[in-house]
């Protein structure tokens, strides 16, 4: 699995917006980029993914380099609430001999996103 | 609520017993993942389901742990003869079909080995 790169911690002040980097120089053409978080004693949560364009939702902006080597993870204006782990994954979108992607997802040690009142 | 739910939340067992975790997906997914956590990393994968077929299974996965999806419905995660290394948070996810689609993570299975 092609592996990413995000700093350990990161901290932000509430109602100011977040940015959060992950490097994944060794890319394929076929990952998709995904962002989960993991609250404290929850399991992880989905956040946002994308292959080549930037995405939008409700919780989060996805910016996704031109070379898709890395990307940016925009929190708009971070709440209290948005105090958690954030794991930027490569989901590798290829069919197997079989026809199916299997999908499962590969964690790193992510982004401990602190955000003061 | 009908998100992914897990049974027990938490587990303390004695070293050399065998315990059993439940898993009961969003009922329309077909694709159930079991991954453990411990603490301070991130989640690992463990095995993959795919309606009652397990397709995938990590290194992870020693012969001491089965997993099971009778009916393609709920799962079970048995680990016989537990030791202290097995303590951990287990999770259970589940998806529908597609590539991109996000998994959806139950609360997960603390267990603690004495």
């Known amino acids: 699995d092609a592996k990413t790169t995000q700093p350990n911690s990161m901290e932000s002040n509430e109602e100011e917006p977040v940015h959060l980097p992950c490097n994944h120089s060794?890319?394929?053409?076929?990952?998709?980029i995904h962002w989960y978080r993991q609250l404290p004693s929850q399991g992880p949560e989905y956040v946002i993914h994308g292959l080549t364009s930037n995405v939008n939702n409700r919780m989060a902006s996805l910016a996704i380099a031109e070379d898709r080597k890395s990307s940016t993870l925009i929190l708009h204006r971070a709440t209290l609430r948005d105090a958690a782990v954030y794991y930027c994954?490569?989901?590798?979108?290829?069919?197997?001999?079989?026809?199916?992607?299997?999908?499962?997802?590969?964690f790193g040690q992510g982004t401990i996103l602190t955000v003061h009142p | 609520d009908t998100g992914v739910s897990q049974d027990p939340r938490h587990k303390i067992t004695k070293r050399g017993q065998n315990v059993t975790f439940r898993c009961d997906p969003i009922?329309?997914?077909?694709?159930l993942y079991w991954y453990r956590q411990t603490l301070g990393q991130g989640p690992e994968f463990l095995t993959y389901f795919q309606n009652e077929a397990q397709l995938e299974k990590s290194r992870l996965l020693s012969d001491r742990f089965s997993a099971e999806r009778p009916k393609g419905s709920f799962s079970t995660l048995e680990i016989q003869r537990t030791e202290q290394g097995d303590s951990a948070m287990y999770l259970c996810?589940?998806?529908?079909?597609?590539?991109?689609?996000?998994?959806?993570f139950g609360p997960g299975t603390r267990l603690t080995v004495t």
């Open positions: 060794t890319i394929s053409g076929t990952d998709y």
């Open positions: 994954i490569l989901r590798d979108g290829t069919t197997n001999a079989g026809g199916t992607s299997y999908g499962k997802l590969t």
């Open positions: 009922s329309e997914h077909n694709r």
């Open positions: 996810a589940s998806s529908p079909w597609g590539v991109s689609y996000e998994q959806y």
